[in-house]
Each structure stands twice: as structure tokens, then as C-alpha cells.
């Protein structure tokens, strides 16, 4: 092995996602947060009182919230200088054409209105900056009952169902960044499934910044009623910009009894974003959750989706997959939390680190006193192709019950001399023995992907593996 | 949904995750976090560290109440009787930590470690001569009775030297300990440490294992006794070729706390550890802690290391924490692995022993054996290996009262099945490509 990054790995540098367009409306949006700042956001949006009171709520309680000491350096982020609230377009669009030129067109860049157009989706939700700005749902989910809109939407026209859920899973103060995104949350998608209904094909959202120093904060709240399911998938990606931009969005799940969610997300930001997110979801008996969680881009992601297992017989499930390059800490895990009995959870962690980056899985299971006949299993393999890169594994594990069934295992390996040797005797050039290495690696997550997303995450290796050493 | 809220854990502070400690509060910009295990203080002065809050990281798991005096100075009043029985060779020496070389191979890792290092008192030394091979275990006892003290032991062996040595803790009262294991170049050293106090003693010790080139050491730790013990173990390499196995075992009733923390620090080239720590947990306010710690540092090439922890939860209500952390900064590394599983008897073992005949609650009990027998007899020191079996064997007929008119055929014996268990094995260990 070499002591640098190889060149072919190098390349994975290279962020497609990177191009900026005019920014009229970051230019003139303001910089730092006061109470001020919170009132603007809910005027504009005229919420009612109670949502304001809880936005102030927020922002106390993120001034009395200590910055954790522990994770990654989140030092650089200043929050004076980040525009909290950037307004892009004064109306929703459900059609493509009615948005305004440049949005559009990175959106055709992104490929998103092709796979709508092509029905692989049952429901769109496109957020620019701050707001969503492309709205669409299939019509016969519409008529079953099915709510996707986006959350401002949903807090206007379903008042009484938001307020019961808003805040129930992850509460105000749950941490500074919770606190911060109730604050002066904006956007994301609030999504109702009725009883039984059973949406077949993924919602999908795609979350965009254009802005520098942008602050995206959406809020997304997704209600599972009994015996339904749902699969909710999100993108995301930003410009290239010299200083850094901040994403801490918060995502509650409900699944009710017997219902089925799962939530994809592939995270692709610039290396100038920190990305701080909260999800947490609650199952009731009967209830699966499944997070997959795919974090390629950022320059810090802070992110360990929770499932709390309140119901019997409730299912928590995670696949977490990070890509760490040159300059980014990708500290990523999942929590478990076993509160009522034959609950059981499954955590596989798959993380590969080069080019100096640093990958880092953290999580918790706790199994509280009373969860009998509680399982759970923890898996976290890491690859390290170079011997510049860093990898950490830092499990917590509370059991409280003495009939349960716990593991955790952790391998952390490098790409072996001989594997590429094997794999260059049988006629591959270095460069695809490597990326066949790499796909092996992470093909039990890669599997439970959408078929366009598993594609995407092959040509993201596929790109890694170009421009082979001789 | 307010359910929720209530479940949270201490952890909970931050982005939903473990971990968060509470430091001093800051708005803004907050502070960088240690960049790895090695980042954490050390120091011989016990004013460079804080008084714990007990929300720390390293503190928060402990019974803050019952260990709060001995992060003071003068909690200690006098230094514990050790008594010595050593085969012919071996220097053993008492006098102050000048006198008897200790600091070497030791610096204390928490403000409990400096307190006892600065109260001083008096200090031992054991000195196996360069290629000495011993026969005979050299055996130390330290016996409390019943005051707080403080103590300081170095054991130092020869290069090329071949020795067993066993410490064993009895007795009463609160003690702080500092163990200073050095092992010289292509040494094989086996060190046993047995806590086994009577109940009411508190203990927090420190243990630092510095292993020379090519040397081979066994730390060996064995916790049933005490009320709350909390033993840190700090292995370092002195040169490369080194090779650490740490081997543990813990047996907590209710109302005791068993702290274990590990760390294995690979600062030098092509040096090997493994850690295995088996635990069992009776009555509903048994208490375990098990932290190990692993950094490979960039320079630690050719590393190979694993860890596994596993717990045998006996009783509702007991708790069992397991944190294997991992930290590796370079990828050129022959393996790096560690496995935690905590979980109760295995049902088909407890099938399969009444399907011949023995009533359950013997059954459990042979089960229990099995899963320590595995690691007891690793410890290579027969006499010692029979008496810790004749003590869990008390513990579990106080816990777990035998049917009546069952034989159970003895520990060890060739009938036993399997070790119990988490559901992961030893089998599964890291692939190491």
C-alpha cells in the first residue's frame, strides 16, 4: 500500500454537484439569528401564535444548550454569520415549467423531474434554499387520503393533526441543534399515511442549497397511521463555496401499530456544509422502522438515527453507509432503544475512509428493565485504503434485562495485497479490482437501495475508480 | 408520546447520541473535542485534574457518592499490609516511590490515580532478574483492615525473564493502588490482580502494563469481592514485537458496582493484543461497567489487535454497560476487531443439560461454570485457578440454590458444554483482509 491516497481514489474528489447559480435572493437575505430573525420567519409564513411560541421556545433554548465536547470539531461554525431564512421563489410550483429558469434547470441537472416523468416516484417535493419549491403528488395516493405537502403547508392546512405529533418524538431542547432547527425551521415534508394504505412506490424529496453561508433547517414529521407503509427517500447536494454553510434539519416518525416506514437518505453536500441532523422515530407494536442512511458528501456530518421501540413485537432496523475523503469526518452511528418487550433491532454499519478523511460510527443500545425478550445485533465493518485515513468505533451498549440477546462486532480492515493480486491474475486492471473490492464491501447496504439510488452510489465508487495507476 | 422523553438516557444530550458529557457551557463556537484517546490527561499532579462532577465521560458511569473521598489528598491515612511469598531470586523491596523506582512505567490517568500517587506512603517493589525463569508464582497479598489507604506496587521483570506474579486484594476499607507492571525486552510476564475484598471495601486503582521489544504479558484481572471496585488498565508498548493479552473476569450480586476500563495504546510498529472480559450479573441492583479503549496511532504499523466483552445478565434489573471503543489512524494494520455481547443462558444449553436429567436451576448453574471455566483456567497458576473456582461456586450457591438431591459433575470437568453466552462467538473474529 502507499502512503498517500492512490491516484484513482483521488478522483473521488472530484463533486459533481458543485456549479452555483445567481443568487439574488441570498444576496440580500440577512446574516445571524436574534428573536427578531425567529418573529420575521413566522410572520412571513403567518403561522399561528402557538407555533411562534414554540419557535422563541427553541431559540432559549438553544442559547442555554452547551456545543457538545465531543464528536467532531464543530468550532468553525459561526453562527452570526449564516443566513437563517433564504426565500427563493415567491410560489410553489407543481409544475416543472413554472419555476423560475435557473432553479429548473439544476433540477434537470439533478435528473429529478426525468425520474418523476418516468413514474419511478409516487410524490416529489423539491426544496431550494429554504422553502420547498416543487410540490407533486400521484393522484390516486391523493384520493386514498395520503398527505404529502410540505411542512409549512402541512402546519397551515392540517393544523390539528400537526400539532398533535409536532415536537412528540424529538422534543424542543433535545439538543442545541433540535432547539435550533424548532427555532427557525422552514420546509421539509409532513407526510400522513391512512390506515392500511399502502403507498408502493418511494416519496421522494431533494433538498438543494444554493446560498453561501446558508443555513437549511427543514422539518419533516411523517405519521404511519396502523398497517400502513411507506418509503420516504431524500437527496441532498449544494455548491462548492470558500466558507461553510450549515444543514441541521430534525425528522420525527411515527409508525403506529403494525405500520411499515423506511427512510433513505443519500447525502451528497459539498465539503463545505456541517451537517447536523436529528431522526428519531417511535414504533408501536407490530411496527418496523428502517433508516438507511448514506452519507458520501459534508465536511462534518453529526448523525445517528434513533428508533425507540415502545410496542411489543416493534422492529427497529439501520444501514448506515459513510464515505470519508480529504478533509471530512463522517461520525455517524444509530440508536436503538429497547423499551417494551420482544422488541428487536439490527444496526449494520458500513464505513470506508481515504485520502486522510475520517469515518466514525457511534451508537447506543439500551434495553430498558421490563423489555424481555428483547434481540438485537450490531455489526460495523470499516476499510481503510490508505494509511492516512482514520477510522473510529465507539458503541454503547445498556442492558437492563437479563432476557435479551445482544451483540456487537466491529471489524475495520484494509483493501488486501492479495485481493488485488487475486483479482489482477484473473485479467482486472488495478483500478477495477479496487472498485470491485469496494462494491463487495458495501453491497449488503447497496441492496436494499431504490434501483436508481444503488446505481448512484455505484458510479460515485465507479468515478472513485477512474484514471487507473498504469 | 411523552414516553419518549422519559427514556432518555444521560446520553441523550446532543443529536440524539451517546456519549455527551456535560462540560462547562458555551455558546457559539464550543470547544474541539480530544482527537483520540491520547488526547486524554495525564499528569502526577493532582491539582492538573478537576474535581470530577461525575458527568464526565470517564466518571459518569461510576457511584459518584460512595469513591467522592478519594479524590482528595488526604483520604488516605496509612499504606495497606502486603505480605510476600516469592521464590528464591526475586527482590522484593519497600520504601518511598524514590526509593523503590516506581513513575517509569506509570503516570496517573484521573485525579484519583494522582491523589493516591502524591498521598505517597509506602511503595513496593518486585524484581524478577533478567532471564530468571520462575517456577513458583511470586503471590502478594494486600489486606485492608477496615482505614483508607494508598499504595503503590512495581513490578519489574527482567528481559528475557519468565514469571507469574498475583496480586490479591483482601480484606476491608477503601483503597487507592497504583500498579506499575514493566516488562523488559523478550520478557513472558503473567500478572494476576484478584479483587477479592469483603463486601463494604471500596477500591480505585490504577494498572499500567508497559511491555519492552518482543516481550509477552498477560494482564489478568478477577473482581468478585468489594462494594465498588473500578480498575484501569493502561497498556503501552515500549518498543515493537510486543504482544499484551488482557484477561478478565467479574461476578457482580446486587448492590456491587464492577468497573473495568482498558486502554491499549499501539504506539510502536508490529505489537499484538487481545482483550477478553467475561462478566455475570445476580440480584437487581448488580452493576457492571466495561470500557475498552483501542487507538493504532498512524505510526502503529502492522498493529493486529481484538477485543471482547461479553455478559451473562442473570436477573431483571441488573445492568451491564459495554463500550469497545476503537480509534485507527492508519490503514496498514493486520487486523483490528472487538465483539460485546451481553445476553442470558443460552436456552438450547439449558435444553440440552435437563434433556439428560438435571433440574433447571442446576442447569443454570453448570451453564454459568462453563462460562467462566473457559477463562479461568487461562490463567496458568493452578492453585489460584481452583481457589477462584471454589469462590464462584459459593457465590452461585448463595444465588442460585441448587435442586435438591442433584449432583452437578465439577467445573471443568471433560462433561462441560460449551461456554454460554452472547449469541457472537470467538468464531467470528475480524477478518483480517
Known amino acids: 500500500m502507499t502512503t498517500t491516497t492512490p491516484p484513482e481514489l483521488a478522483e473521488m474528489d472530484r463533486y459533481r454537484y458543485g456549479w452555483a447559480d445567481s443568487d439574488v435572493a441570498g444576496a440580500t437575505a440577512r446574516r445571524g439569528l436574534s428573536e427578531d430573525v425567529v418573529r420575521d420567519i413566522s410572520a412571513k409564513k403567518s403561522e399561528p401564535q402557538w407555533m411562534l411560541d414554540l419557535r422563541l421556545k427553541g431559540l432559549r433554548l438553544f442559547g442555554r444548550k452547551p456545543m457538545p465536547d465531543w464528536g467532531s470539531d464543530l468550532t468553525g461554525i459561526d453562527f452570526d454569520n449564516i443566513k437563517y431564512f433564504v426565500r427563493s421563489t415567491e410560489k410553489q410550483a407543481t409544475s416543472w415549467d413554472e419555476l423560475p429558469e435557473d432553479i429548473r434547470s439544476t433540477y434537470d441537472r439533478l435528473g429529478i423531474p426525468e425520474a418523476e416523468k418516468q413514474r419511478l416516484i409516487a410524490g416529489v417535493a423539491a426544496q431550494y434554499e429554504?422553502?420547498?419549491?416543487?410540490?407533486?403528488?400521484?393522484?390516486?395516493?391523493?384520493?386514498?387520503?395520503?398527505?404529502?405537502?410540505?411542512?409549512?403547508t402541512g402546519l397551515r392546512e392540517h393544523e390539528e393533526l400537526f400539532r398533535e405529533y409536532f415536537g412528540t418524538v424529538i422534543p424542543t431542547g433535545d439538543n442545541k441543534f433540535a432547539a435550533l432547527n424548532t427555532a427557525v425551521w422552514s420546509g421539509g415534508s409532513f407526510i400522513y399515511v391512512p390506515k392500511g394504505v399502502q403507498v408502493d412506490i418511494p416519496l421522494q424529496a431533494?433538498?438543494?442549497?444554493?446560498?453561501?453561508?446558508?443555513?437549511?433547517?427543514?422539518?419533516?414529521?411523517?405519521?404511519?397511521?396502523?398497517?400502513?407503509?411507506?418509503?420516504?427517500?431524500?437527496?441532498?447536494?449544494?455548491?462548492?463555496?470558500?466558507?461553510?454553510?450549515?444543514?441541521?434539519?430534525?425528522?420525527?416518525?411515527i409508525v403506529k401499530k403494525n405500520a411499515r416506514v423506511r427512510y433513505t437518505t443519500i447525502q451528497n453536500w459539498s465539503n463545505n456544509v456541517y451537517n447536523l441532523v436529528t431522526k428519531r422515530a417511535t414504533a408501536a407494536e407490530g411496527a418496523t422502522m428502517?433508516?438507511?442512511?448514506?452519507?458520501?458528501?459534508s465536511k462534518v456530518t453529526m448523525k445517528y438515527p434513533a428508533v425507540y421501540l415502545l410496542g411489543e413485537h416493534a422492529k427497529g432496523e439501520t444501514l448506515s453507509i459513510a464515505m470519508a475523503g480529504e478533509g471530512q469526518h463522517q461520525d455517524a452511528g444509530a440508536k436503538m432503544v429497547h423499551a417494551a418487550p420482544y422488541t428487536s433491532s439490527a444496526i449494520v454499519s458500513k464505513s470506508i475512509a481515504r485520502g486522510g478523511g475520517r469515518t466514525s460510527y457511534r451508537g447506543l443500545i439500551q434495553v430498558q428493565e421490563g423489555a424481555h425478550h428483547s434481540k438485537s445485533t450490531v455489526r460495523c465493518d470499516a476499510l481503510l485504503v490508505d494509511t492516512i485515513s482514520r477510522s473510529d468505533t465507539y458503541p454503547y451498549v445498556d442492558v437492563r434485562e437479563d432476557d435479551v440477546v445482544m451483540g456487537h462486532e466491529a471489524t475495520v480492515s484494509k483493501v488486501s495485497d492479495d485481493q488485488l493480486f487475486y483479482l489482477m491474475s484473473r485479467g482486472m486492471a488495478e483500478d477495477e479490482a479496487m472498485a470491485m473490492i469496494v462494491r463487495g464491501f458495501i453491497e449488503p447496504v447497496a441492496r436494499e437501495l431504490p434501483m436508481e439510488y444503488a446505481l448512484e452510489l455505484n458510479r460515485l465508487i465507479e468515478l472513485q475508480m477512474e484514471g487507473a495507476v498504469g | 408520546m411523552t414516553v419518549v422523553e422519559e427514556n432518555r438516557t444521560p446520553g441523550d444530550e446532543l443529536a440524539d447520541t451517546p456519549g455527551a458529557t456535560g462540560r462547562a457551557h458555551s455558546h457559539g463556537a464550543g470547544t474541539v473535542p480530544d482527537a483520540s484517546r491520547a488526547a486524554r490527561r495525564t499528569s502526577f499532579e493532582v491539582a492538573d485534574f478537576a474535581v470530577p462532577t461525575g458527568r464526565e465521560e470517564e466518571w459518569r458511569f461510576s457511584p459518584f457518592a460512595r469513591i467522592k473521598a478519594l479524590f482528595e489528598v488526604a483520604a488516605a491515612e496509612s499504606a495497606p499490609a502486603l505480605e510476600v511469598s516469592a521464590p528464591e531470586g526475586v527482590e522484593v523491596r519497600s520504601g518511598s516511590l524514590e526509593e523503590v523506582g516506581a513513575g517509569t512505567g506509570f503516570v496517573p490517568g484521573d485525579r484519583v490515580a494522582a491523589a493516591a500517587w502524591q498521598a505517597g506512603g509506602q511503595a513496593h517493589l518486585v524484581r524478577i532478574p533478567a532471564e530468571a525463569e520462575l517456577d513458583e508464582p511470586v503471590l502478594l497479598t494486600l489486606r485492608g483492615t477496615g482505614g483508607a489507604t494508598s499504595g503503590h506496587l512495581v513490578v519489574d521483570a527482567g528481559r528475557h525473564s519468565r514469571a507469574t506474579v498475583v496480586l490479591d486484594h483482601v480484606g476491608s476499607g477503601t483503597h487507592r493502588g497504583g500498579v506499575e507492571v514493566r516488562a523488559g525486552d523478550g520478557a513472558q510476564l503473567t500478572f494476576v490482580t484478584l479483587q477479592e475484598w469483603d463486601s463494604g471495601a471500596v477500591q480505585v486503582s490504577q494498572q499500567d502494563v508497559l511491555v519492552g521489544r518482543d516481550a509477552t504479558v498477560k494482564h489478568f484481572a478477577v473482581t468478585l469481592g468489594g462494594d465498588v471496585v473500578r480498575l484501569s488498565t493502561n497498556?503501552?508498548?515500549?518498543?515493537?514485537?510486543?504482544?499484551?493479552?488482557?484477561?478478565?473476569?467479574?461476578?457482580?450480586d446486587a448492590g456491587q458496582h464492577l468497573e473495568h476500563r482498558l486502554f491499549v495504546d499501539h504506539e510502536a510498529t508490529h505489537c499484538k493484543s487481545y482483550v477478553e472480559y467475561k462478566g455475570a450479573l445476580q440480584g437487581e441492583t448488580a452493576r457492571s461497567v466495561w470500557i475498552g479503549d483501542v487507538l493504532i496511532r498512524a505510526a502503529a504499523e502492522g498493529t493486529e489487535t481484538y477485543e471482547l466483552n461479553r455478559n451473562l445478565v442473570l436477573t431483571d434489573g441488573a445492568r451491564a454497560d459495554s463500550v469497545p471503543n476503537l480509534e485507527i489512524e492508519t490503514g496498514e494494520i493486520v487486523g483490528a476487531g472487538h465483539a460485546s455481547a451481553t445476553g442470558r443462558f443460552d436456552d438450547e444449553q439449558l435444553f440440552y443439560l435437563q434433556s439428560r436429567g438435571l433440574a433447571e436451576a442446576d442447569a443454570r448453574r453448570l451453564v454459568v461454570r462453563g462460562f467462566f471455566a473457559d477463562i479461568l483456567q487461562r490463567i496458568g497458576v493452578p492453585a489460584v485457578q481452583e481457589r477462584l473456582l471454589a469462590t464462584i461456586e459459593t457465590e452461585l450457591e448463595t444465588t442460585m440454590p441448587a435442586a435438591a438431591g442433584a449432583t452437578v459433575p465439577a467445573a471443568g470437568s471433560s462433561t462441560m458444554p460449551a461456554p454460554a453466552g452472547g449469541q457472537q462467538t470467538d468464531a467470528e473474529k475480524a477478518e483480517e483482509n
Not at chain 1, 290 to 297: C, F, H, L, Q, R
Not at chain 2, 235 to 252: E, H, I, N, T
Open chain 1, 130 to 152: 429554504s422553502e420547498v419549491v416543487y410540490h407533486q403528488i400521484r393522484e390516486d395516493l391523493e384520493e386514498k387520503g395520503v398527505i404529502f405537502v410540505d411542512t409549512d
Open chain 1, 206 to 253: 431533494y433538498f438543494r442549497i444554493n446560498t453561501e453561508n446558508m443555513g437549511q433547517f427543514e422539518r419533516t414529521l411523517i405519521i404511519a397511521d396502523e398497517g400502513s407503509y411507506v418509503h420516504y427517500v431524500e437527496g441532498c447536494t449544494a455548491p462548492i463555496y470558500q466558507s461553510d454553510s450549515l444543514h441541521s434539519a430534525v425528522v420525527e416518525i
Open chain 1, 290 to 297: 428502517e433508516w438507511i442512511d448514506g452519507n458520501i458528501g
Open chain 2, 235 to 252: 497498556v503501552r508498548y515500549a518498543a515493537p514485537g510486543g504482544d499484551a493479552q488482557c484477561l478478565g473476569l467479574y461476578f457482580s
